[in-house]
């Protein structure tokens, strides 16, 4: 098997290429720059001329915008991207005929659930530009499905973390202050609740879809085996750590963020469709992680 990955720059990205190749897959990664085919989804001559002549037998579609802060303050940028550069690629697979497309929509189509865990049927509340635009992702895979029979899988993850994350993200920069033994500030006292797992259990979810007939018109919550309070998540990373570190309770930064955000997923799809265990306990990732920042710093 050879596979397309789009979006292979980023943390999950660089990942889920990395595990491919442990598994005996041959992978052909694609972002914006950076690999040997690099180029715009946006630029149809890339996609329909560099990319239509490459050989391979599935793709794996996750370029996108995920700042949240870049998709409100820039909302056309983010459809374009996200929205208009998936569509491209879904013509491609159509006409590639390839044996599957996976589209890596975000748990974040559900907004704030109303209750948990958030089952693959539970409503979409979408509430910014992003989640919107993994909205549309989904039909349009969806509307491939069901008029092409482009044999499509969507994901919806939850909290990813490990090797190659941004500074800014949660998990990067607890590991980072304790390990400095600096103070974490916990906003809202660190009440918000998620379910982080590591990318890598990501990318054993990703090549199961690939094999997996099953998985075909199918989309998959994902997530930990748990979920995890960010507080318990900075306690859990200073524990690792061995670090000093003091934990320091404050309030929420706005008033929106007064109640806390509570979601994680069933993961019983998963489980009873592909048989799907995490390889990765949320320790081990941490751990994992926490060992790749210290050769950075």
């Known amino acids: 098997m050879k596979v397309l990955v789009t979006g292979a720059s980023g943390m999950v990205g660089r990942n889920?290429?990395?595990?491919?190749?442990?598994?005996?897959v041959e992978?052909?990664?694609?972002?914006?720059?950076?690999?040997?085919?690099?180029?715009?989804?946006?630029?149809?001559?890339?996609?329909?001329?560099?990319?239509?002549?490459?050989?391979?037998?599935?793709?794996?579609?996750?370029?996108?915008?995920?700042e949240i802060k870049k998709t409100v303050e820039d909302p056309k940028l983010c459809f374009d991207v996200n929205c208009m550069g998936s569509l491209n690629m879904?013509?491609?697979?159509?006409?590639?005929?390839?044996?599957?497309?996976?589209?890596?929509?975000?748990?974040?189509?559900?907004?704030?659930?109303?209750?948990?865990p958030v089952t693959e049927d539970t409503?979409?509340?979408?509430?910014?530009?992003?989640?919107?635009?993994?909205?549309?992702?989904?039909?349009?895979?969806m509307s491939f499905f069901k008029t092409k029979g482009l044999p499509v899988s969507l994901t919806r993850s939850w909290l990813l973390f490990g090797e190659y994350d941004q500074p800014s993200r949660a998990t990067i920069r607890f590991i980072r202050a304790c390990l400095k033994d600096e103070p974490l500030t916990l906003f809202n006292g660190g009440r918000d609740t998620t379910s982080p797992t590591h990318a890598v259990n990501f990318a054993k979810l990703a090549l199961t879809i690939l094999r997996e007939e099953k998985a075909v018109g199918r989309a998959y919550n994902f997530g930990g085996e748990r979920p995890?309070?960010?507080?318990?998540?900075?306690?859990?990373?200073?524990?690792?750590?061995?670090?000093k570190s003091q934990l320091t309770l404050a309030p929420p930064r706005t008033q929106l963020e007064?109640?806390?955000q509570i979601s994680y997923p069933s993961l019983d799809?998963?489980?009873?469709?592909?048989?799907?265990?995490?390889?990765?306990?949320?320790?081990?990732?941490?751990?994992?992680?926490?060992?790749?920042?210290?050769?950075?710093?």
Not at 93 to 116: D, E, F
Not at 123 to 137: G, I, N
Not at 287 to 296: F, L, M, N, P
């Open 123 to 141: 409503p979409f509340d979408p509430r910014v530009p992003y989640d919107y635009s993994k909205v549309v992702l989904e039909n349009m895979a």
């Open 16 to 24: 889920l290429v990395a595990y491919l190749k442990q598994n005996g």
């Open 228 to 243: 995890v309070t960010i507080r318990e998540l900075a306690e859990t990373v200073k524990s690792l750590t061995g670090s």
């Open 269 to 297: 799809r998963v489980k009873s469709e592909l048989r799907y265990e995490h390889e990765l306990s949320l320790e081990e990732g941490l751990q994992r992680t926490i060992a790749w920042v210290k050769k950075q710093v």
């Open 27 to 66: 992978t052909i990664p694609t972002d914006l720059t950076g690999w040997e085919v690099s180029g715009n989804l946006l630029d149809k001559e890339f996609v329909f001329g560099t990319l239509a002549s490459l050989d391979f037998d599935a793709i794996i579609h996750m370029a996108a915008i995920t």
């Open 90 to 116: 879904l013509e491609l697979a159509n006409r590639k005929k390839v044996s599957r497309i996976l589209c890596t929509s975000s748990a974040n189509v559900y907004g704030a659930p109303k209750s948990n």
């Open 258 to 260: 007064a109640e806390p």
